[in-house]
């Protein structure tokens, strides 16, 4: 079989051989037993961490039976709190997806810009099934294991994403996931799960196996399923095709082989190897006679995995230091000192038991009356021995009180591990020393973000990655139909001599084609705390007035410092048109001819007040010398006047610079619009 006969099949496997399908399936769970075994240290680091966070109360034998068994849920607070503070910070505001266009900007570019923002974010909010609490859950799982994972894929008519907190096996000797040779994901399958499968045709049947789960009833026949992205050559050219193989795990027989790739995704060469254009649009409108001839014609050079059909998205918190592929959580960076506390308070609390619990020998001698003896509140039992040989023959047993060493061992620890958490005081929302002056509380707190900052910054990528992951499915499977009416384009002409339907589907393979175009996270890649983000706005604020700076867009920035809802913050300042370059400085020429006209104003208003008052001052001396001054008063007079003329004078060149710039611009906006109606016709 050709590649291009492979490549639209939804299951491959009814077309091979036993013999093909016995291999595959032993291949895929020989493959993952492999790559499950190279995790073994990561599962077994992690698996103090998740045992210290399972809080289950247990019986303790030793050093004697109900002996202190306190756990300190140290890891999993740690955990909450840096994941409470990445939460907030990763989706605030109601839009989650902005796009970055490359080259020079046009307004078709823009259109289509505001076209797949608005796509996504409705995708991600609405229709990705509980995409915002998965992501929540998400952020906590990784802050405690480490590594999880987002998958995505299409299924039941739309694209789906799913959290894969466990059950994704990847080989820890490779560092990251595109270099990994297989991906397999655990999944658990309910008879009647597999049999909706079966009866769709898109799992080839067999018998399932009634496997012992404790978790489920026997009649829920829990069945385990190995999906493994893998490649295999089926179409025997030599090249070796991502495809996705689904294993019964226990029977090692394969129920679906669908290819993990598409024919946008392939690279074809001629036959003297010369990179070949294809467009897979024409192929599937040919004949079955020129299907045969492109196939003689053209081989597989390579196959881009970045347009896959399964995607999987890798978050971790820090990665590797050993060059594996799972990263490290605060699971296995404080597991063990959170273990260490733990036998620290225990060993403090079993000693405090025995000094308090009393016991120990009584010398047989004494004349008591046997057995265990029990006292009330204020009672006093009598006895057939003087007092010193009571105290002579009563010993009790020896106990010390509770260590002061370990107690201070127990805050050092403490101590270390809220460092290595970078949760202080101060970041966890007590209050700091008295009299600190409030910039060095923001300096402590800029200084505990540091380590965390690093944290956020990985998760943002991520997010960036499983965004790309959601515009190249659209590319695959987004509905033109239903893209069309989402932004409301039926008037939109068509091209005459192009069908509507090919017209369509052009437009949603160019909006999500990655040419010139990104998709990323409207967070801010940088981690800051909300009186950080307060302190920045404030300081930009005082330059609100500068003529070089944008006053405007000082100001939306210090409301959406205020504010996490952008919505709130449009209406509040409006944003402001986007202007040409010349319009821009014709307004910092208008800016800087105002602030000179206002000086030239408040210059003349100081030198009128100064002769005003060098006037009352001539009189009085005029007055208590008995002098008249006639011909000098009236001077003066005639330069106060003048000062005031100069003022009124320059305020009216204010208004006429205003007047003259807004003439420029109404000039410049008609000759642009002649311009554009030349140019059209």
Request: contains cysteine; aromatic residues 8%.
């Amino acid at each position: 079989m050709h590649i291009l006969d492979l490549v639209d099949k939804n299951n491959l496997a009814p077309d091979l051989t036993k013999e093909q399908l016995s291999k595959i399936g032993s291949d895929v769970v020989t493959d993952y037993d492999v790559d499950f075994a190279s995790m073994k240290d990561w599962r077994e680091r992690n698996k103090l961490a998740l045992d210290l966070i399972n809080m289950k109360p247990e019986v303790k034998t030793q050093p004697w039976q109900g002996a202190a068994n306190t756990k300190l849920p140290l890891v999993l607070n740690a955990a909450m709190k840096a994941s409470a503070e990445e939460y907030a910070e990763i989706l605030r505001g109601s839009e989650l997806v902005k796009t970055e266009l490359f080259g020079a900007k046009s307004e078709d570019k823009v259109k289509r810009g505001q076209r797949v923002s608005k796509r996504m974010n409705f995708q991600f909010y609405h229709e990705l099934d509980e995409w915002t609490e998965d992501h929540d859950k998400l952020i906590l799982a990784k802050n405690i294991v480490g590594t999880v994972h987002k998958k995505f894929f299409f299924a039941d008519g739309k694209i789906q994403c799913v959290l894969r907190r466990s059950g994704v096996v990847i080989n820890d000797n490779v560092e990251k996931i595109k270099d990994a040779p297989r991906i397999t994901d655990e999944i658990d399958k309910f008879w009647w799960e597999a049999e909706e499968k079966f009866r769709s045709k898109e799992w080839t049947r067999i018998d399932l196996t009634n496997e012992k789960d404790k978790s489920f009833a026997e009649g829920d026949k829990v069945n385990e399923f190995l999906e493994q992205i893998r490649r295999e050559d089926l179409d025997d050219d030599g090249y070796p095709e991502p495809y996705v193989v689904t294993v019964h795990r226990k029977t090692k027989q394969v129920v679906r082989i669908a290819p993990n790739y598409t024919l946008e995704s392939v690279d074809f060469a001629d036959k003297d190897g010369v990179k070949a254009e294809f467009d897979p649009y024409d192929y599937r409108q040919l004949d079955e006679a020129s299907k045969s001839e492109v196939k003689r014609m053209i081989s597989v050079v390579r196959i881009n995995i970045d347009k896959a059909r399964i995607r999987y998205i890798k978050y971790e918190m820090i990665p590797s230091w050993e060059g594996g592929y799972w990263g490290f959580g605060y699971g296995i960076l404080l597991g063990p000192l959170n273990e260490n506390c733990n036998q620290v308070i225990n060993h403090l609390l079993n000693a405090g038991h025995l000094a308090n619990q009393g016991g120990g020998f009584i010398n047989s001698g004494i004349k008591i009356k046997g057995g265990e003896l029990k006292f009330r509140m204020n009672e006093w039992k009598s006895v057939q021995s003087t007092g010193g040989d009571l105290a002579r023959n009563i010993v009790p047993m020896p106990a010390k009180e509770p260590s002061q060493t370990l107690f201070s061992l127990l805050g050092l620890l403490m101590q270390t591990l809220r460092e290595l958490s970078s949760v202080t005081e101060v970041m966890s929302g007590e209050q700091p020393r008295a009299n600190m002056p409030a910039a060095s509380v923001l300096a402590l707190i800029e200084q505990g973000k540091k380590l965390f900052n690093s944290v956020y910054k990985r998760h943002y990528q991520s997010l960036s990655k499983e965004m790309l992951a959601l515009f190249d499915l659209n590319f695959i499977y987004e509905d033109p139909k239903d893209y069309i009416e989402f932004h409301d384009l039926q008037q939109m002409p068509v091209p005459t001599g192009i069908p509507p339907a090919q017209f369509y589907t052009a437009l949603v393979h160019g909006d999500f084609e990655r040419k010139g175009m990104d998709v990323l996270p409207t967070a801010n890649p940088e981690f800051s705390s909300r009186v950080q983000r307060m302190a920045e706005a404030q300081a930009m604020l005082e330059l609100k007035d500068d003529p070089r700076v944008d006053g405007g867009q000082v100001l939306r920035r210090y409301m959406s410092a205020i504010i996490d809802d952008q919505d709130e913050v449009d209406l509040l300042v409006p944003k402001a048109p986007q202007l040409t370059p010349l319009q821009i400085m014709e307004q910092i020429d208008l800016k800087t001819k105002e602030f000179l006209a206002g000086n030239e104003a408040r210059k003349s208003e100081a030198e009128a007040k100064k002769a005003e008052v060098e006037l009352q001052k001539a009189m009085l001396d005029a007055e208590k010398m008995g002098i008249k001054i006639p011909m000098d008063l009236e001077k003066a007079k005639l330069s106060n006047i003048k000062a005031a003329l100069n003022v009124e004078n320059t305020v009216e060149q204010g208004e006429l610079i205003k007047l003259q710039q807004e003439a420029t611009r109404k000039q410049s906006a008609e000759s642009a619009n002649e311009n554009d109606k030349g140019s059209g016709a």
